[in-house]
């Protein structure tokens, strides 16, 4: 059993090694590509939405609605959390 752990760290460390720079060249493409922008922002929006509106009814208020992000800062926000989950994604998958 104690063998198996340095294993273990080194296939982590193996994942993260090949996956971001996976996630970096979608950064790249996401501000060449329309399509890919356009998916991130919706990513961005939608994370926002969720974050507020759990902070709204943790809170203890009842949720209205919110304000959607700017669009270079939706997009940021989507492509930080869609590179995020590839690097979750491929360390699961792995």
């Known amino acids: 059993m104690a063998a198996a752990l340095p294993l273990l760290k080194l296939s982590t460390l193996f994942v993260k090694t090949i996956s971001k720079p996976l996630a970096s060249r979608l950064k790249v493409e996401a501000s060449k590509r329309e399509g890919l922008r356009k998916f991130c922002q919706s990513i961005g929006d939608g994370v926002h939405y969720i974050y507020a509106r759990g902070n709204v009814i943790a809170s203890g208020y009842k949720f ?20 995020e989950t590839v690097i979750v994604g491929f360390s699961a998958f792995v």
Not at 65 to 83: H, M, R, Y
Request: proline share 10%.
């Open 64 to 83: 209205v609605g919110v304000k959607p992000l700017p669009e270079e800062q939706a997009v940021s926000d989507g492509i930080s959390t869609l590179s």
